[in-house]
């Protein structure tokens, strides 16, 4: 089928009065079904009580004296930004300072805010450019505000709503990347130049100052603070994983003179360079997923005689580095589990490089407290089981302090985890977790949940949900959730196995999972669910046409489904580095095959499916899955349901309301088909 025989592109429109009358009805048929399920409305209370608890974390951020936090429960929907201090925040009762209550602010002004975040003037903290959306999609308006006034900065800086990024140069001055008109966005509607913004002039008038092309993803110039120097570089997106970078140097941009796949990171007087894959230069060849580190006036010297910091080991992989004011935290997965190297430099020694025993067990995030000012870092512990607990650390002191915790949000009495291999089709290994209880009789007859992404080198990793808990766990479900090919849980040749033409290997990794899952007699195809959202979305609709013999339910959130038009869609344009071309031939000719959209046929008996998506997202386009349900219903299709949220972006929420609804509605959907006797 040619994309302009395409007989439901009018779902495509996004806020057609036609399409929208057809997603009410859906959303009503769909409504009336599951939320007269028993245990509907129970469970959606208790989601939205976790939600709204005063027991869950206030994560904050420093920013000078200030610890900053963005809240939302049951009397602030949309979000309250407050502060508070240290020692305050030690406490088991913070005492908290109203920055911005955002549910008062969208009452004043008449809009539907959601929040986005500030950057904040470094180094002194007084200022912040606040990013708004409405109805929570990508664009955003952009504001200045006064944190000591708490205010908005009547006059300030103000970018219309777009898809913008901004940093300040300095107090009066901003760099700016947004919409100005035609000709200033990429393909994929993302700024292509950015432009230098004076205070008081207008913003129309702002001077070029970098740009990149039309064919590239995006291209950005921005400002920042670091080690005590305002900084400043750019980058040309290329495409997801190719990309130009410069550097601001003797009042000029200085391109970094690297292969496009090398990512660059500054960590004070350091250039950081993790190639994705082997760089080879005259000293040596570096190899893939390495991290290495150089003096920024020697590279620009052509010096590429790289300190090694990171080496790539089998079944592991480079996640990441956090810097402090003396070190440079490097984090490694090894077999999709947290461990840490802390790596410092001195004229004399070089770079010296010593284990650090990060607090608590199971995944482990660190990141800096204070970078600029001190060695203290906060660790975020997590499993599937235990609830999060927050620690604040310092590098060179033995012990961390205990912060905050969650509460046992769900019985986890009498529950297991374990880590499980399956086999792929290629004969290459695929771990996944699995959560159960310690007694299961392997009889097959257990509602399972498989979840899943396999895309864009993104790891899965064990955390504490109590979504999942609650929902799922608590009443006798297993959960699994996969490591397949298309992430990053082994390095960039983990990725790189299942991209394009070879994307089907990550299908056939997660097809593995479940028949491992079913030979190991935890469950039975007609008690195997599967879940995934955005990727993962695609990933579980070419699970309901690739095999639905395997599935008793499919949910797909937020899914890309047609894959001959997604690059037409949105932001779908920067997703070809990881997908094809389907506007070449050759490309569509093996791309079709995971095209959901395209594979689905009317004599083929498929398992209940729930698409979910939103209105407001503008990243994956809403006609992805509206498109596919409304092909699946002419064909005559049973147990079809869909949900579209008229506002809440690419999460699929705008609030805590609206999510702990969404968990409901999918959680109700796969008890209702899982849980279902042996025929």
């Keep these: 089928m040619a994309a302009d025989d395409d007989p439901f592109l009018w779902l495509e429109d996004i806020d057609g009065e036609k399409a929208l009358a057809w997603v009410r009805e859906r959303n009503a048929e769909t409504k009336a079904i599951l939320e007269s399920e028993p245990g509907f409305e129970s469970l959606n209370q208790r989601l939205l009580s976790i939600f709204q608890s005063d027991a869950k974390i206030p994560y904050v951020t420093a920013r000078g004296e200030w610890l900053y936090n963005f809240w939302q429960d049951e009397t602030y929907v949309r979000g309250l930004w407050r502060r508070t201090t240290l020692d305050s925040y030690r406490t088991t009762t913070p005492e908290w300072e109203t920055v911005l209550d955002l549910d008062a602010l969208a009452k004043k002004e008449n809009e539907n805010w959601v929040w986005k975040g500030p950057t904040v003037y470094e180094p002194d903290y007084d200022r912040a450019l606040l990013r708004l959306s409405r109805g929570g999609g990508d664009a955003v308006v952009i504001r200045e505000f006064d944190l000591e006034k708490s205010t908005f900065v009547e006059g300030g800086f103000e970018v219309p709503e777009a898809k913008s990024n901004a940093s300040w140069l300095d107090r009066d001055t901003l760099l700016v990347g947004t919409d100005f008109g035609e000709g200033s966005l990429t393909e994929s509607g993302y700024p292509r130049t950015t432009r230098l913004w004076k205070r008081g002039t207008p913003l129309e008038s702002a001077e070029l100052v970098f740009e990149g092309k039309v064919s590239d993803v995006s291209a950005s110039a921005y400002a920042f603070w670091h080690r005590g120097k305002r900084r400043r570089m750019a980058y040309r997106g290329i495409d997801f994983y190719n990309t130009e970078e410069f550097l601001w140097h003797d009042d000029d941009w200085v391109r970094l003179e690297k292969p496009d796949d090398v990512e660059v990171s500054l960590a004070g007087e350091h250039l950081l360079f993790h190639p994705r894959k082997d760089w080879e230069t005259e000293a040596r060849t570096w190899a893939a997923d390495s991290l290495l580190a150089m003096e920024t006036d020697r590279f620009l010297a052509g010096d590429r005689n790289f300190d090694l910091l990171y080496e790539p080991k089998p079944r592991?992989?480079?996640?990441?580095?956090?810097?402090?004011?003396?070190?440079?935290?490097?984090?490694?997965?090894?077999?999709?589990?947290?461990?840490?190297?802390?790596?410092?430099?001195?004229?004399?020694?070089?770079?010296?490089?010593?284990?650090?025993?990060?607090?608590?067990?199971?995944?482990?995030?660190?990141?800096?407290?204070?970078?600029e000012n001190s060695d203290r870092y906060w660790a975020i512990v997590t499993d599937f089981l235990t609830p999060t607990t927050l620690y604040l650390a310092e590098l060179g002191q033995p012990e961390a302090e205990k912060l905050k915790s969650l509460p046992d949000f769900f019985d986890s009495t009498g529950?297991?985890?374990?880590?499980?291999?399956?086999?792929?089709?290629?004969?290459?290994?695929?771990?996944?977790?699995?959560?159960?209880?310690?007694?299961?009789?392997?009889?097959?007859?257990?509602?399972?949940?498989?979840?899943?992404?396999?895309?864009?080198?993104?790891?899965?990793?064990?955390?504490?949900?109590?979504?999942?808990?609650?929902?799922?766990?608590?009443?006798?479900?297993?959960?699994?959730?996969?490591?397949?090919?298309?992430?990053?849980?082994?390095?960039?040749?983990?990725?790189?196995?299942?991209?394009?033409?070879?994307?089907?290997?990550?299908?056939?990794?997660?097809?593995?999972?479940?028949?491992?899952?079913?030979?190991?007699?935890?469950?039975?195809?007609?008690?195997?669910?599967?879940?995934?959202?955005?990727n993962g979305g695609l990933l579980t609709g070419n699970m309901l046409v690739q095999r639905p013999d395997l599935f008793g339910a499919v949910v797909s959130m937020v899914p890309l489904l047609d894959m001959r038009r997604f690059n037409q869609l949105l932001a779908g344009a920067s997703w070809m580095a990881e997908y094809g071309d389907p506007d070449d031939p050759e490309q569509w000719a093996w791309l079709k095959n995971y095209s959901p959209y395209h594979q689905v046929k009317a004599d083929v008996d498929y398992p209940p499916v729930l698409?979910?998506?939103?209105?407001?997202?503008?990243?994956?386009?809403?006609?992805?899955?509206?498109?596919?349900?409304?092909?699946?219903?002419?064909?005559?299709?049973?147990?079809?349901?869909?949900?579209?949220?008229?506002?809440?972006?690419?999460?699929?929420?705008?609030?805590?309301?609206?999510?702990?609804?969404?968990?409901?509605?999918?959680?109700?959907?796969?008890?209702?088909?899982?849980?279902?006797?042996?025929?």
């Design 316 to 371: 592991s992989a480079y996640k990441g580095f956090e810097v402090t004011a003396s070190a440079i935290i490097i984090n490694e997965l090894a077999e999709v589990k947290d461990r840490f190297t802390v790596a410092r430099f001195s004229k004399e020694t070089g770079w010296q490089r010593q284990p650090l025993d990060a607090p608590g067990s199971g995944s482990v995030g660190i990141s800096a407290f204070d970078s």
């Design 415 to 534: 529950l297991l985890i374990e880590q499980n291999q399956a086999t792929s089709a290629d004969g290459t290994r695929i771990p996944y977790f699995l959560v159960r209880p310690k007694d299961l009789p392997l009889d097959g007859t257990h509602p399972t949940l498989l979840y899943g992404y396999g895309g864009f080198e993104v790891s899965m990793e064990s955390s504490y949900s109590a979504s999942v808990g609650a929902a799922w766990l608590e009443r006798g479900g297993v959960y699994a959730l996969a490591n397949i090919r298309g992430g990053g849980e082994f390095g960039p040749a983990w990725h790189q196995a299942a991209l394009k033409e070879n994307r089907q290997r990550a299908y056939d990794d997660f097809i593995a999972v479940g028949e491992d899952l079913i030979a190991r007699g935890f469950t039975s195809s007609d008690h195997l669910g599967v879940a995934g959202g955005s």
């Design 611 to 679: 698409f979910a998506t939103s209105t407001r997202d503008d990243r994956v386009h809403p006609g992805h899955a509206r498109k596919m349900v409304a092909r699946m219903l002419e064909q005559g299709h049973q147990d079809v349901f869909y949900y579209e949220n008229i506002e809440g972006g690419h999460g699929g929420a705008a609030n805590l309301k609206q999510s702990a609804y969404l968990y409901a509605i999918e959680y109700t959907f796969l008890w209702r088909f899982l849980e279902k006797a042996d025929s």
